[in-house]
């Protein structure tokens, strides 16, 4: 509090030699004053006798504030009103709800990320005057005909040298900005974040951790382990919450820069490591629960909003650009020894974990397309890519399901488009494709009859659609704020693929789906651990994280009012340990959900 600005002063600069007087300064009506007399304080405003300059009476005022300020703290005022309870003056600002003190509850303080120090930014130095005789930019007058000549082609040899280099600069500068298409090295996906050479071996020696033994997709069973009648169901879903319920925040971090577009939760049960794409082409690599390094000196950030585990960001799609956020993000199904992500920039591209190399995979030639997911069968020998969402069945890989902006979900019947004159093209490389003309094409022919197995139209856009582990059951999401859940069964069989008119889903879910221009567009997710009963999880407007069981029951809603303060887009399930989940938000900070530490 500034006690000068707080008295009511009433000053004359027209004279010299005035007196400057100070109120008394009240509590309240009902309170004594602090001080009971008002103070007088004689100031010489006198200039000096003999000045070579005018009179500078803003510096005397302003000196004449710093005098009263003084005398006024060695009354020790400030202290006396605070002793009294006086409330501090409110804060300043404009708009609803600013220039209000907070409320008593304790408001949610997103996690800071970890300071690095900041280069030294190289002040350029003033352009120098240079002789024109020593540029040679003026001919001497003494030169001969000779040096002349010599003089007039070594400017020119120096002008074509460098157009040369602005011209190679330029190109740079544009292939900076275009996709890289080439290899890539762990150390060169690194450049972006400038991580040092500790950090690097760091990420390699836990990458390693994950590459000692395989990790395979697991497939639950053909037919449902759900119990069949509803008391065991009902007993099932119970034992499911008590588990579930057990869940708060283990770990926050501010994994990515940018907005969390996609999630993948590696199936190593010893560490928690969590995949995260973002807006901007940077996968980033959470270890969640890693020990923390030691704090430094100067890092003021309280516990509670400190960042959990380590993070490494890698930036495999490029230019680190919008056209570039990473759409989906899998495992190799085979061992999990591989991570592979498509982004907007029309690639996809493998990053091994033992080689440390990203390569890419698949390239659209087409800049207007957006590729925004792919499936793999558990047997990895085929990768399905689209611009639209869908999923490739986990136990019957002839079976697709996908969700379009039309509001519709189909199943399709993939060994009809395999066999049929969709994919026969002479001389293709083992990369076939096929734009919505020649899909439509092909579903009108003979040969494309039967291909659609299924289709059920939503009330609006339909954002995604998945597989449970077992095959059987089928979530969708929709922006006319609905879950669907659909059980299957065995249909459809491979021998006889069924054309079914009575497609419509078994639960439908109220859910607020429409995230709007700033949130990630939200999408349930199944659990794809096949030994638990199943459920997925899917994030809410309202800041928490929801779990449903297969049946569309809420089994339980995760949030913490004190510690996340947006909303929870994208989540992941831990593959095998039932109570592990991660989710991420618009601005790259993830959470990673599991039991209280025991004491």
């Known amino acids: 509090m500034s006690f000068g600005n707080s008295c009511n002063r009433s000053t004359s600069l027209h004279h010299p030699g005035v007196i400057t007087k100070i109120q008394p300064l009240f509590v309240s009506a009902d309170v004594t004053p602090l001080v009971s007399s008002a103070l007088t304080v004689e100031v010489d405003q006198t200039p000096p006798a003999t000045t070579n300059f005018p009179y500078n009476r803003e510096a005397r005022r302003q000196a004449n504030i710093r005098r009263n300020e003084a005398l006024l703290l060695e009354l020790e005022l400030k202290e006396a009103a605070e002793g009294l309870g006086i409330p501090p003056p409110p804060l300043k600002g404009k708009g609803k709800g600013k220039g209000k003190r907070p409320a008593t509850a304790t408001p949610a303080r997103p996690v800071q990320p970890k300071k690095k120090p900041e280069p030294k930014a190289e002040t350029p130095s003033a352009p120098r005057r240079q002789s024109a005789r020593l540029t040679h930019r003026y001919a001497d007058p003494d030169e001969t005909p000779e040096q002349r000549e010599k003089r007039i082609a070594d400017l020119e040899a120096k002008r074509k040298r460098d157009e040369e280099e ?92 940018d907005r969390v577009y996609s999630m993948a939760y590696h199936p190593e049960r010893t560490k928690d490591l969590v995949f995260v794409g973002d807006k901007h082409g940077q996968l980033g690599i959470w270890d969640a629960l890693a020990p923390l390094d030691e704090p430094d000196e100067d890092e003021d950030t309280e516990a509670d909003a400190s960042e959990g585990g380590k993070y490494w960001r890698l930036q495999p799609h490029w230019p680190k650009t919008s056209k570039s956020s990473i759409s989906c993000i899998k495992f190799n199904p085979v061992d999990s020894h591989s991570v592979l992500t498509t982004a907007y920039d029309c690639t996809l591209r493998s990053t091994s974990f033992v080689s440390g190399k990203s390569i890419e995979l698949f390239s659209l030639a087409s800049a207007s397309t ?230």
């Open 166 to 257: 602005r011209l190679e600069a330029l190109e740079q500068e544009r292939a900076a900005k275009r996709p890289r298409h080439n290899d890539l090295d762990l150390t060169v996906l690194a450049e972006s974040e400038e991580l040092s050479n500790e950090e690097i071996q760091s990420l390699r020696n836990t990458l390693e951790v994950v590459c000692r033994e395989p990790h395979p997709r697991a497939v639950g069973k053909d037919s449902p382990s759900s119990p069949p009648d509803k008391e065991q169901k009902d007993h099932a879903i119970a034992e499911l919450r008590a588990l579930l319920s057990k869940m708060v925040i283990r770990s926050r971090a501010k994994v990515t820069q």
């Open 370 to 599: 957006l590729l925004t997911s792919f499936d793999l069968p558990s047997n990895g020998n085929e990768i399905w890519i689209s611009d639209g969402l869908g999923a490739v069945n986990p136990r019957r890989d002839h079976i697709l399901v996908t969700s379009s902006n039309d509001h519709t979900l189909k199943l399709s019947f993939q060994a009809y488009i395999e066999t049929g004159s969709l994919l026969e093209e002479e001389g293709a490389p083992g990369v076939l494709e096929a734009d919505n003309q020649i899909v439509d094409q092909f579903l009108s022919s003979r040969s494309g009859q039967g291909t659609i197995l299924a289709e059920y139209e939503h009330g609006q856009s339909a954002s995604s659609a998945y597989w449970d582990p077992s095959g059987t059951r089928i979530v969708s999401t929709s922006y006319d704020n609905k879950l669907r859940v659909w059980n299957l069964g065995s249909w459809p069989s491979y021998k006889n693929p069924t054309v079914r008119t009575d497609f419509s889903p078994s639960r439908q879910i109220s859910h607020n789906c429409k995230s709007g221009k700033w949130v990630t567009v939200l999408k349930a997710q199944w659990s794809p651990n096949p030994d638990v009963t199943a459920h997925f999880t899917v994030g809410n407007m309202n800041h928490s994280l929801n779990i449903f069981a297969y049946t569309g029951e809420e089994i339980v809603r995760l949030s913490d009012s004190t510690k996340i303060s947006a909303v929870q887009a994208v989540t992941a399930s831990h593959p095998s340990i039932i109570e592990r989940a991660a989710s991420g938000n618009a601005s790259g900070r993830c959470v990673l959900w599991g039991p209280a530490e025991s004491d």
